[in-house]
T-cell receptor
């Protein structure tokens, strides 16, 4: 079974600064996908960024980037130029390539961006 | 594309009553997932369908829970003889088999409170 651990229950950052959210996972699978999802207060979860395990290059999406360390089973999310709208709960998720799409989630990190 | 919708958004029920939730996925998506999210935790997988077939159920899904997707479109999740421990957010997600992004699209959830 896979496990996903987010060791930072809460974080805060000043607007326009950079913040990094941590995620580690445990699996015996070789082929898998990793995701960061954002869940704003009282709103639905949306995908922020994804990474295929077979790709060495770290994924980037505008202000969001990841640091994927496969050997260390680490998958951190960096948010640059933080904006007030980034305030949300962030979940790291793991999906086996052969797993029919079901995901295993961490317990989340609540990020607050302060003006 | 109107996104994934869930109904109702909130449900308060007394212990012992039965409740039913509905999920309407994105129309062309053939996979549909149910997750449960309790306060302070990440979503936990309950079950998933590919078209109308229920292909996997988590051990979390006790005999009091049943899910259907009769025509491969919308799905219902029924909880019989509700218990206080069933209080949670029930999330529905959908995806398209073969999609290169492997992204799951989440609905807004149904928040269940059992009194």
């Amino acid at each position: 079974a896979q496990t996903v651990t987010q060791s930072q229950p809460e974080m805060s950052v000043q607007e326009a600064e950079t913040v990094t959210l941590s995620c580690t996972y445990d699996t015996s699978e070789s082929n898998y996908y990793l995701f960061w999802y954002k869940q704003p207060p009282s709103r639905q979860m949306i995908l922020v960024i994804r990474q295929e395990a077979y790709k060495q290059q770290n994924a980037t999406e505008n202000r969001f980037s990841v640091n994927f360390q496969k050997a260390a089973k680490s998958f951190s999310l960096k948010i640059s130029d933080s904006q007030l709208g980034d305030t949300a709960m962030y979940f790291c998720a793991f999906m086996k390539q052969s797993g029919a799409g079901k995901s295993t989630f961490g317990d989340g990190t609540t990020l607050t961006v302060k003006p | 594309d109107t996104g994934v919708s869930q109904d109702p958004r909130h449900k308060i029920t007394k212990r012992g009553q039965n409740v039913t939730f509905r999920c309407d996925p994105i129309s062309e998506h053939n996979r549909l997932y149910w997750y449960r999210q309790t306060l302070g935790q990440g979503p936990e997988f309950l079950t998933y369908f590919q078209n109308e077939a229920q292909l996997e159920k988590s051990r979390l899904l006790s005999d009091r829970f049943s899910a259907e997707r009769p025509k491969g479109s919308f799905s219902t999740l029924e909880i019989q003889r509700t218990e206080q421990g069933d209080s949670a957010m029930y999330l529905c997600a959908s995806s398209l088999v073969g999609s290169s992004s492997h992204e799951q699209y989440f609905g807004p959830g149904t928040r269940l409170t059992v009194t």
